[in-house]
């Protein structure tokens, strides 16, 4: 409890706080023993953030976005979500998106977005019309009526997107969003994802291991250790906005770009 009323006095005057992590530590009691998993994470993430996480296979990425989700108890430390700890899975404070867009093949793509809001029973035409509206968002006006089999990888991460922010959460946490798209579908939905994120002033949370997605998408790029993972690097990308492709060209692009390399390298 010290810790998390220190947390919010500890708020600066950079602008309001969306997600606040101080001394998160996490051992996984698995079949082979302990295992460490995440070390001492620190991280403050100011709301309309867009904040990119990076670091080798197994470094506890994953673990900790899932922390951030309320959908697992860290060992240790302490998670503030807009102020309030995040005890368990709320989509109305935190939407998430992971790799796999995991949506429920019998189910249209209007009906997938609508079932978050189904599950708690909102009424029928408000369904309709905020699911309507985030595949408008997304950029699927007009294949509400499709199935997943029906849409291609790229569409089907657009409906999982559109799913994530049904509830307008005010952060968005996504796991490695892209990386089983093709590299030009891939580049298309960060370019998508950047129009989205201007227009609803979410706080983003973002896993990639593309390094060119990572500086194209983020201000602020937080470089993690291997196991335990460690936050080892903070890198602020200071890239004008709206990022263009361009932009990747640039000396400047290449040289924050080697910097990761540089810490993820000698991270592994
Ligand atoms: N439920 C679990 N039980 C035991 N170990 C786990 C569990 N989930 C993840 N781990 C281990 O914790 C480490 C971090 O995993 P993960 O968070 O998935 O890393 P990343 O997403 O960075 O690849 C890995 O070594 C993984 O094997
Ligand atoms: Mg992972």
């Known amino acids: 409890m010290q810790r998390l009323a220190n947390l919010s ?37 100011g709301a309309g953030r867009f904040v990119v996480i990076v670091g080798p296979s197994g470094c506890g990425k994953t673990s900790l976005l899932m922390m951030l989700a309320g959908l697992r108890r860290p060992s240790e430390g302490a998670i503030l979500c807009n ?31 609508e079932f978050p809001l189904a599950l708690r029973h909102a009424p029928r035409a408000e369904r309709r019309r905020r699911a309507t509206d985030m595949l408008d968002l997304v950029g699927l006006q007009g294949f509400g009526g499709r199935y997943p089999h029906e849409l291609s990888g790229g569409m089907k991460q657009r409906v999982a997107i559109a799913r994530g922010l049904v509830q307008d959460p ?5 796991d490695e969003p892209f990386a089983a798209l093709d590299e030009q579908t891939r ?17 983003v949370v973002f896993i990639t291991h593309s390094l060119t997605e990572a500086v ?32 990747m060209a640039t000396d400047t692009f290449g040289r924050l770009r080697d910097r990761i390399w540089q ?6």
């Open 187 to 203: 580049m298309t939905m960060g370019h998508e994802l950047l129009r989205i994120w201007s227009q609803t002033l979410k706080t």
């Open 83 to 113: 102020g309030r700890p995040i005890p368990s899975p709320d989509p109305e404070r935190v939407g998430v998106v992971f790799q796999e867009a995991s949506l429920f093949p019998w189910l249209s793509a209007q009906d997938n977005v």
């Open 9 to 45: 006095a500890a708020r600066t005057d950079a602008g309001p706080t969306a997600i606040e992590v101080a001394g998160l530590s996490h051992v996984y009691d698995g079949r082979e023993g302990k295992v460490p998993a995440l070390e001492d994470i620190a991280m403050t993430v």
């Open 263 to 268: 810490q993820i390298r000698t991270a592994d």
């Open 170 to 174: 005010p952060v968005l946490l996504m």
């Open 216 to 247: 194209y998408l983020a201000d602020e790029v937080l470089v993690m250790s291997a196991r335990p993972g460690r936050i080892i690097d903070r890198i602020a990308i200071a890239l004008p906005r709206p990022r263009t492709y361009d932009m």
